[in-house]
Nanobody, 113 residues
Framework: QVQLVESGGGLVQAGGSLRLSCAASRIFFSVAAMAWYRQAPGKQRELVAG???????NYADFVKGRFTISKDNAKNTVYLQMNSLNPEDTAVYYC???????WGQGTQVTVSS
C-alpha cells in the first residue's frame, strides 16, 4: 500500500515562506506524477500544483509565481515551496499520487495577517 507522509506545515506571518515535503513509499516514484492539494475550512479540496513523471509542472492560478513544486526521485520526495504567503493560503495541504489514488494525512498551514 502506498504511503505518503507530509511535513513542513506550521504558522507563518503573511509574506513569509514555508516548504512542504511529502515522502512517498511503496511506489514507483521515478515514474509517478505527484500533486499537492489543499482544503480550507468549509471549502472543497482544490488542486494547488502538480508535477508529471517527466518534471512538467502545472499550477492553480492563485499560486502561480508564488509556489513551486519539485520532485527528488533519489529521495522519493515531492516538495512545495511556498513564498509570499497570505491568509487565504491557510488550509490543510495534502500530497497526492494520482496514479495510485493515494493521499497523505495532510499538514496544516496557517498564515496570520
Amino acid at each position: 500500500q502506498v504511503q505518503l507522509v507530509e511535513s513542513g506545515g506550521g504558522l507563518v506571518q503573511a509574506g513569509g515562506s514555508l516548504r512542504l515535503s511529502c515522502a512517498a513509499s511503496r511506489i514507483f516514484f521515478s515514474v509517478a506524477a505527484m500533486a499537492w492539494y489543499r482544503q480550507a475550512p468549509g471549502k472543497q479540496r482544490e488542486l494547488v500544483a502538480g508535477i508529471s513523471a517527466g518534471g512538467k509542472t502545472n499550477y492553480a492560478d492563485f499560486v502561480k509565481g508564488r509556489f513551486t513544486i519539485s520532485k527528488d526521485n533519489a529521495k522519493n520526495t515531492v516538495y512545495l515551496q511556498m513564498n509570499s504567503l497570505n491568509p487565504e493560503d491557510t488550509a490543510v495541504y495534502y500530497c497526492n499520487a494520482p496514479q495510485y489514488d493515494s493521499w497523505g494525512q495532510g499538514t496544516q498551514v496557517t498564515v496570520s495577517s
